[in-house]
């Protein structure tokens, strides 16, 4: 599992995590601190995208530089709160194309029920990146991978920001085959299913629906 999970780190990520984490932060902030955090996750998402040369005029002289390869990038939010981490993972990959899946978490059994899906037409040729800020008990993440890869998709991988232990055992357990990338990996999940400490629930924070 330790070369599954990548934890970031970085010392602006965890500046940035803490001020997310506060409870006096408003949603206009919290808002910009889901995408700036999104898009330096989506740096190391990225890490791996493969290279090839192209010969292009500087205004001093020829240069043989690099370019990505060719490859297709999709990004896949889960509603509503993986929609948070779009725009600042778009500012990196403008040309990749957009997905939504959309499960809530029913608030007696906790089990994610799907009510939206719609992918890129060409998403089997492409590499997908699964967006969502928290990964809680794992469920919602879990059945959106599976629903995923019923297209078939080149790979997979998952971007949260925090996530809890409970859900990346239940996650790396489902989907031993999709990396997983996360800001923080916090304490423990609460008799309701909320990370500890966390941040609250992300969704009611970026669209000020508390």
């Known amino acids: 599992m330790e070369n599954q999970v990548v934890v ?23 808002r910009q601190l889901v995408s700036e955090i999104a898009m330096l996750l989506c740096y190391e998402a990225t890490r791996d995208l493969p290279l090839e040369e192209t010969t292009i005029e500087t205004p001093v002289a020829k240069a043989t530089t690099k370019v990505i390869a060719g490859r297709k990038l999709a990004f896949i939010p889960i509603l509503r709160a993986g929609l948070g981490m779009v725009d600042g993972v778009l500012s990196l990959v403008p040309a990749a194309k957009v997905g939504h899946i959309g499960l809530y978490r029913d608030p007696k059994t906790l089990k994610p029920v799907e009510y939206y899906s719609k992918l890129p037409h060409d998403i089997d040729q492409r590499d997908v990146i699964v967006l969502d800020p928290m990964l809680a008990t794992g469920g919602s993440s879990i059945d959106a991978v599976t629903i995923i890869k019923r297209s078939h998709p ?6 949260c920001i925090i996530a809890a232990p409970e859900g990346i055992k239940a996650f790396t357990e489902a989907h031993p085959d999709v990396q997983l990338y996360c800001a923080a990996i916090d304490d423990h999940l609460n008799e309701h299913g909320y990370i500890v400490p966390g941040l609250g629930d992300a969704g009611d924070r970026i669209f000020g629906t508390l």
Do not use: A, V, W
């Open 154 to 159: 080149k790979s997979i991988k998952f971007m």
């Open 8 to 30: 970031m780190r970085h010392p602006l990520i965890q500046h940035k995590l803490t001020y997310l984490r506060d409870k006096n932060t408003g949603s206009k902030e919290f």
